[in-house]
C-alpha cells in the first residue's frame, strides 16, 4: 500500500489541494464489452495506422516525440477527419467509470484538474453531486470566478472531446493556448502556490505540467513539495531524483501488478484517512 504522508492527507481534508488525474485514472474505466481508453501512446499509434505513409510517424512515437507525431496525424486527416477519429476513441465507445473514479470523488477535493479529453470523471461526479460540480475549459473566460466561489470545480486543462477543435493535443496546439490563454496559466501558477497538488495516473512529460512545476520548483525554491503516484516499475532511482529535485514533487510509488490493484486499494484507504482527519479537525476547530 501507498503510504500517505500525514501532510497531503491533511492538506486534502482541508480541502487545500488540486488533484490531477490523467490518462491511468481513465485507463480504468470500461465500455459494456470491456474495452478500455486508449492511452496517449495507443491513441496516436492508431491515428498513424489511419494515415499512409506512417513508418516516421511511427518512428516518432517510439522516440517519444509525442507531439510532433500528432501534429503530423491532425495535418494529413485534416480537421474533420481527426475530429471524428477524436470523438470516436473519446466519446463514441460510452465508457464507464470505475471504482477509482469514485474513490476520488469520495475525497472531496473542490478542484480537480485534468488533462483528459474524455468526460468519464466528469460525468460520474457531476452525476454522484447531483450536477453541482462546475465543469471549466483551459479557454473559458470566468475560470478565476469558479476558482475562488466554493462549488466543486473541474478544470479541463486541455479541453473537451465536447470541442475537439479547441482540444489541446499538439505542438502548436500547446504554443498557441500558451500566448491566447496566458490568463489561464496564471490561474493554474497561482494555484500551485496556494495548494498541494496530487497528480494521479500522470506522467511527467506534458509539457505544461512540466513547466508549471519546473518554475514553482526554480521560483520558490523553499516551498512544500508537491507529489506524484507512479508505479515503480521502470522509473530508476536516478530518473526519480531528477523528477524529485527539478519539479519540486516528491514520487509515491507503488507496484503496478494486478492492473495497478495497490492503486485502488491505496485511494480507498486515504479516503478513509481523509474523512478521520476532517473528524478531528472538526472537533478541535482548526480549520
Known sequence: ???WPRELVSDIARRRSVLFLGAGISKNAATAAG???????????????????????????????????????????????FNTFVT????????????????????????????NFDKIYDTNANHLAHGSVRIKRYYEEDIADAVRRFNPLILKVH?????PGRMIFSRQDYAAARNRYANFYSIV??????????????????PDIRLVLENYAFRFKESRAHYIVMPKRGLHKDEKNVIESSMNLRVLAYDPR???????DSIDTLTKQVDAERVTLAGSFSW
Request: glycine share 6%; with cysteine; net charge neutral.
Open 1 to 3: 500500500m501507498i503510504d
Open 35 to 81: 474495452q478500455r481508453p486508449k492511452n496517449w501512446i495507443e491513441f496516436l499509434e492508431a491515428g498513424a495506422n489511419k494515415v499512409a505513409p506512417n513508418k516516421h510517424i511511427l518512428g516518432l512515437i517510439k522516440r517519444a516525440d509525442y507531439l510532433t507525431a500528432c501534429e503530423i496525424i491532425k495535418t494529413k486527416m485534416g480537421r474533420d477527419d
Open 88 to 115: 470516436d476513441e473519446f466519446l463514441a465507445p460510452q465508457f464507464r467509470a470505475s471504482k477509482i473514479h469514485q474513490d476520488i470523488f469520495k475525497l472531496d477535493s473542490r478542484i480537480v484538474a485534468t488533462p
Open 159 to 163: 479541453g473537451c472531446v465536447d470541442e
Open 189 to 206: 501558477d497561482a494555484l500551485a502556490i496556494t495548494h498541494t497538488f496530487i497528480f494521479l495516473g500522470c506522467g511527467v512529460n506534458d
Open 258 to 264: 494486478n492492473n495497478h490493484k495497490m492503486l485502488v
